[in-house]
């Protein structure tokens, strides 16, 4: 709204819009030193369309249009002091951890993760979300699907998926419940297999979930007028170890099975089709992103020239793009999703974590800090987090290849009762938040001492869910857990439930 017309350019005068058109070519220093050349280069070195679109170019408030703020550059200012504060948080580990609880008497089955928004399924069969965006992290347990019975105990849960839209577990006895996110805690779609299943898949950014049962993989999803059908059925010679869906595809579902040493792209609609098979060299891992299928193999002792590696294929050539590792351990993790572009992380049971770069085929970045073998891995630009079986959640930066800080997700009483260790088998972060969970091998522990009615005694059993925000200005070891918030108001009588509260002043 400035009066400008004119705009001197050394001998020439230009009109605003051509100057505007030149200056949108310069970067941040650039418009900063043009600014301090008169005050008609000011006006224009600070327009609001220049620095927006700066704004936009690294990634800041793509959701929001140029008349959402009256100063672009103060907006990209506090954006970029504020991704520095949390990176700096991240290598310092400043911020809150907190624990999700609930039923203090059951096991943690399995977890999922999607933008904050946390699901957890229990050996009583509940289901429970939070919401790690919220204060308070409350959130509902989604409603279940009486059985044939009628009312009475629930199988427990075997698998749980989530994504921005819908929410879907699968319990022991075989049925599949799906929950829409917007339309409240009752199921909207649910089917039964005659068997427990191997898998469970739910599209990342889509609405097609796909199930793998005996020798059976089905994929469902809802038609145009929001009515669910299945498109494809498909029979698999093996057993199904790892079940992905394809992210991003427009029209019906596309799925990756891998079962025992046979990979499968399954299309809806049309029939199935070998992948990779290769006699005698099982599928480890599996991850699919939106063109590609990165999954390990494992030799054995007769192919010592072949050492266990990862292969990469493309998805619409189905060809192998290129293979990485070389590794004498079994590789059992990969992500390649929400890895940078031409990048991939992957664990092994060497007790090593390898970033990958696609282009070159080989290792950047090789760290090692696990006791036992790694069961979870993610990255980002600049840094991995990984989880071991024995309970470690290491963050690591890449770059460095060094680790700047580890944790021990030990139960109460771990250390007394030689149990409660369980394995980091769910990792998930963004810029600000990082949810890790260790869940149980065991689901249903044996035992004399464990009974209904005194919950208590479950706590080595039961795994747990650990939420950590950097955004917030704290030490971690500041950070109080939810056991030591305890008024002293609960049942008595059991060693490694010692209410504590901090300050001691406040008893």
């Not at 506090?78 to 911020?95: D, P, Q, S, Y």
């Not at 879907?168 to 068997?195: C, K, M, Y």
Request: aromatic share 8%.
């Amino acid at each position: 709204q400035n009066e400008i017309n004119e705009v001197p350019f050394f001998d020439v005068q230009l009109p605003y819009e051509l100057a505007l058109k030149i200056f949108q070519y310069l970067g941040k220093a650039e418009l900063g030193r043009c600014a301090q050349v008169s005050r008609t280069w000011k006006i224009l070195a600070e327009d609001e369309v220049l620095w927006y679109r700066l704004c936009q170019e690294e990634g800041y408030l793509l959701d929001m249009s140029i008349s959402d703020h009256s100063c672009w550059k103060l907006a990209l200012k506090n954006c970029r002091a504020r991704e520095h504060m949390l990176k700096t948080n991240w290598k310092n580990r400043v911020g809150a951890v907190s624990q999700l609880h609930y039923e203090p008497g059951r096991v943690l089955c399995d977890v999922h993760c999607c933008d904050g928004v946390v699901m957890a399924g229990y050996s009583s069969g509940e289901v429970k979300l939070w919401d790690t965006r919220t204060w308070d992290y409350r959130a509902p347990v989604l409603a279940a699907v009486p059985g044939p019975g009628g009312a009475g105990a629930l199988p427990h849960v075997s698998f749980v998926r989530i994504n921005s839209s819908l929410a879907v577990a699968a319990r022991e006895d075989g049925t599949v419940s799906v929950w829409s996110l917007l339309l409240g805690q009752e199921p909207i779609h649910h089917f039964q297999h005659n068997q427990h299943l191997q898998a469970l898949a739910l599209a990342p950014g889509g609405t097609s979930v796909a199930t793998a049962s005996g020798f059976q993989v089905r994929l469902e999803s809802p038609d145009d007028r929001g009515f669910w059908q299945t498109p494809g059925t498909f029979e698999i010679q093996k057993l199904v170890n790892f079940l992905n869906l394809v992210p991003d595809v427009t029209g019906s579902p596309v799925a990756v099975a891998a079962a025992e040493d046979i990979v499968y792209l399954l299309k809806a609609e049309a029939p199935g089709r070998i992948l990779h098979s290769v006699y005698g060299q099982p599928v480890t891992c599996l991850d699919v992103a939106a063109h590609q299928a990165a999954f390990g193999i494992k030799t054995f002792g007769w192919l010592l020239n072949e050492p266990n590696q990862i292969l990469l294929y493309n998805l619409e050539t189905n060809q192998c793009v290129t293979k990485v590792g070389n590794s004498m351990g079994d590789f059992s993790c990969v992500n390649l999703h929400s890895s940078p572009p031409n990048m991939l992380v992957a664990g092994n049971k060497d007790r090593r974590v390898r970033v990958f770069d696609l282009r070159r085929a080989e290792a950047v970045c090789c760290v090692q800090g696990h006791q036992l073998g790694v069961c979870s891995v993610q990255m980002d630009e600049w840094k991995v987090v990984s989880g071991g079986e024995e309970g470690l959640l290491c963050v690591w930066d890449q770059r460095m290849a060094t680790k700047l800080w580890e944790m021990h997700a030990r139960q109460a009483g771990a250390l007394r009762a030689g149990r409660g260790i369980h394995p980091v088998r769910r990792v998930w972060f963004d810029s600000h938040s990082l949810i890790t969970a260790n869940i149980p091998e065991e689901k249903n522990p044996r035992g004399s001492s464990i009974t209904e009615d005194d919950p208590s005694l479950h706590r080595k059993y039961r795994g747990v869910i650990y939420s950590y925000d950097f955004s917030v200005d704290q030490l971690a070891v500041d950070s109080v857990l939810p056991i030591c918030r305890s008024s002293y108001d609960e049942v008595s009588g059991y060693s490694y439930n010692i209410g504590l509260a901090v300050p001691y002043d406040s008893i």
